[in-house]
């Protein structure tokens, strides 16, 4: 596997997380609680002296707040900026439902005709599966709405005994009833937010005008301006889940309006844990993530982590996510450092065993606090003194520094 061999060795004082989130509708105040929870978690193993700020809404796209973290011999500020999608993302959600499911529909035939659904399966069968298992939900739920009228119908032609006219008008109507009663459901089993992600995904990786469009604009330029202030020691811009295809696409725009972005002083680290961008970069048609990619792996000023774990069936895992999906980079390819982490090793083990049977908060763990000390510890990754790019390349050496009272020591 290719390297990205930097030598950011000095220790962190201050870092800038830009986040760019998957397709979640909760938003930056979600985000923020979910952070400021999982963050007491950590702190119960690492007794660290900590503050975290009220979330900040900036603007319409972007939100942020800051963590101060202090130990017996380091100290590090974080901002942590909070690329806003929500809005978006509530608005595809809220569409009627008789204008998602078609979209969704003809998304699962075009993953079947183009093939591309059997090539997720050969990249990740674990993967294909839990993709599938969404689709097979929809249909189970469009089926069962249908079966609920058709047994209406039929009640109202044996029972009723009236024209066959009125059983279809009141099959169809009851269908209608089935299928809205069994909407809360069908949002309990993320069924709604998976079948909307995946159709506007496909647009954008077309090259289609797409909702994400914006997003990757006002990011890129963001970032860009961040970059020339050099208020930072490290940037690492964090695209976790859905956000493993933005954040690239961002990131590719970046260079395009300052092909300097990552010369002007701070180290920049683009972090994908739990991506899921083989995903649609697995499509043939998937032009735009082909190019993105293409410009992150031969990028030598900045360095792509791609964090992978066995245990998140919604990851994947142990596969190249460049010449995974058919990109050729050449030798000038320098990116990414595939990350294999174990979940396991992060929680407790009943907890770790009860998450198996909860898809998305194990996937979630990726941007979560731990139970137990561990060489992927999030939290240390936004607010330790320790550069991204030491845990990613030796993350049980960077650990072993570590006192139980949180003193640093290089190893």
């Known amino acids: 596997m290719p390297t990205n061999d930097g030598g950011a060795d000095a220790l962190i004082r201050r870092r800038h997380i830009v986040y760019v989130e998957g397709y979640d509708p909760q938003g930056a105040e979600g985000y923020h609680n979910l952070f400021s929870r999982s963050f007491r978690r950590f702190l119960k193993n690492w007794p660290l002296q900590t503050s975290i700020s009220d979330v900040q809404i900036d603007s319409d796209d972007f939100a942020h707040w800051t963590i101060d973290a202090k130990g017996p011999n380091w100290q590090v500020a974080t901002r942590y900026d909070f690329l806003r999608q929500e809005q978006m993302i509530r608005a595809n959600m809220a569409e009627p439902l008789w204008r998602q499911v078609p979209r969704a529909l003809a998304w699962m035939l075009n993953y079947l005709f183009t093939g591309t659904l059997f090539r997720v399966y050969q990249a990740s069968y674990q993967y294909g599966l839990a993709l599938t298992a969404f689709q097979l939900m929809l249909i189970w739920w469009l089926a069962l709405a249908g079966l609920g009228g058709g047994l209406i119908a039929w009640l109202a032609m044996r029972l009723i005994d009236g024209p066959l006219a009125f059983a279809v008008i009141a099959g169809i109507v009851a269908a209608l009833i089935c299928f809205r009663l069994l909407r809360p459901l069908a949002d309990k089993l993320f069924v709604v937010q998976i079948n909307s992600h995946w159709p506007y995904l496909l647009e954008y990786a077309r090259g289609e005008p797409s909702c994400w469009d914006r997003c990757i604009e006002v990011g890129a330029y963001r970032l860009v301006d961040i970059a020339k202030e050099n208020a930072a020691d490290e940037i690492v811009v964090v695209g976790h889940s859905g956000g493993g295809v933005t954040a690239p696409a961002l990131l590719a725009r970046a260079l395009e309006l300052d092909p300097e972005l990552g010369r ?148």
């Open 264 to 411: 002007h002083g701070p180290r920049i680290v683009l972090l994908t844990p739990g991506s899921l961008m083989p995903g649609i970069g697995l499509h043939r048609g998937a032009g735009r993530v082909h190019r993105d990619i293409a410009r992150i792996a031969v990028e030598p000023s900045i360095l792509w982590i791609d964090v992978q774990a066995r245990a998140d069936i919604l990851n994947f895992y142990n596969f190249d996510p460049v010449s995974g999906i058919g990109v050729d980079a050449g030798l000038a390819r320098c990116n990414p450092l595939i990350w294999i982490v174990r979940l396991r090793d992060m929680l407790a083990p009943e907890f770790f065993k009860k998450l198996t049977r909860s898809w998305f908060r194990m996937h979630y763990q990726f941007i979560m606090g731990n139970d137990m000390r561990a060489p992927y510890e999030y939290m240390m990754l936004v607010c330790g003194p320790v550069p991204v790019e030491q845990w990613a390349r030796r993350g049980r050496d960077i650990l072993a520094g570590f006192a139980a009272d949180g003193t640093y020591r290089p190893t």
